[in-house]
């Protein structure tokens, strides 16, 4: 079989880089020009006929910039005769906006897979999705990964217990209680759409010395810090957050810095380069989407 060509846009070529590695393959080339307007002329770097590609590309912040720079990679590659496109989208943006919350509201979500499917894209590879029911919006094959048992080998099971920062986050908090065996508890969390304020209302389960608090993402962080301060407050001497997609947005990295977290787990499928910070460590899921790739 061919070797597949792997193809990264800007917010992905560290990851896709490592595993490109893993399998002993070249990343090919691809040019990207920005014009003096803002523009951006991407061209595939090599020959792609009858070739089964992948792109990699986290639609994390600049989340417009990054999606349409996928969108031009993914004509690119069609109109060069790939055989096959593979998306790993290892962030997956809009994600969050799955139905209409208010009134009059525009579903973001549903806007993306169609483009991703009209464009041609065979398969998608994402990880910790904010719903398990995002794939089935896809009429394509969708690999939805995880990066909790990498968090799992992170944790010191020593007088130790799991922690939703909301209720939406029930089932992960489930699947690693059952892949760790330790208890949990879940925390009521209410959000303010207009001012965008988080509080920590209430938390109803086991909280034991040690807290591992397990999210999907960190954006603003305000919902990472409420949790750890309640936590601090009923008992617990230490905590962790594990989570998955580190986007790091606003005043993030100064408020977990300064928080009562005591540090902050996180994994590779957005870049951290330029936000890390003390307390600050990165896990990769290079060997998943290698495994994943390998299939
Ligand atoms: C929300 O339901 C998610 O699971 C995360 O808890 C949320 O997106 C984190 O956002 P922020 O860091 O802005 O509080």
Redesign the pocket.
């Known amino acids: 079989m061919a070797e597949l060509k792997i193809f990264s846009g800007n917010s992905s070529k560290k990851l896709a880089e490592k595993v490109c590695s893993l399998l002993g393959i070249k990343m090919s080339p691809l040019e990207i020009k920005v014009f003096s307007d803002g523009e951006k002329r991407f061209r595939i770097g090599e020959s792609v006929v009858d070739r089964d590609c992948v792109v990699f590309q986290s639609t994390c912040p600049p989340v417009d910039e990054n999606y349409m720079e996928l969108f031009f990679i993914i004509d690119g590659l069609k109109r060069s005769g790939a055989k096959s496109i593979t998306l790993v989208m290892p962030y997956f943006g809009y994600q969050?906006q799955d139905h209409v919350f208010r009134e009059g509201e525009a579903v973001s979500l549903d806007v993306v897979v169609k483009i991703v499917e009209s464009l041609g894209v065979d398969r998608v590879i994402s990880f910790d999705l904010?719903s398990i029911k995002i794939p089935e919006l896809f009429n394509i094959p969708f690999a939805h990964l995880s990066a909790l048992s990498l968090f799992a080998e992170k944790i010191n099971k020593d007088n130790a217990s799991l922690v939703s920062?909301?209720m939406?986050?029930i089932r992960r908090i489930k699947m690693l209680s059952e892949i760790t065996g330790l208890p949990y508890a879940v925390i009521q969390?209410d959000?303010d759409l207009e001012t965008?304020k988080?509080e920590a209302v209430k938390i109803e389960g086991e909280i034991h010395k040690n807290a591992f608090i397990v999210?999907?993402?960190?954006?603003?962080?305000?919902?990472?810090v409420v949790a750890s301060d309640l936590l601090r407050q009923n008992g617990a001497e230490s905590v962790s957050v594990l989570a998955t997609h580190a986007?790091l947005?606003?005043n993030?990295v100064s408020d977990l810095q300064k928080s009562s977290v005591d540090r902050v787990i996180v994994s590779d499928t957005i870049d951290t380069e330029d936000k890390s910070f003390e307390k600050l460590e990165v896990i990769s899921i290079a060997d998943l989407i290698a495994k994943e790739l390998k299939k």
């Open positions: 969050r904010h920062p909301d939406g986050g969390k959000r965008g988080v999210d999907d993402i960190i954006a603003s962080g305000k919902t990472i986007v947005s606003g993030a």
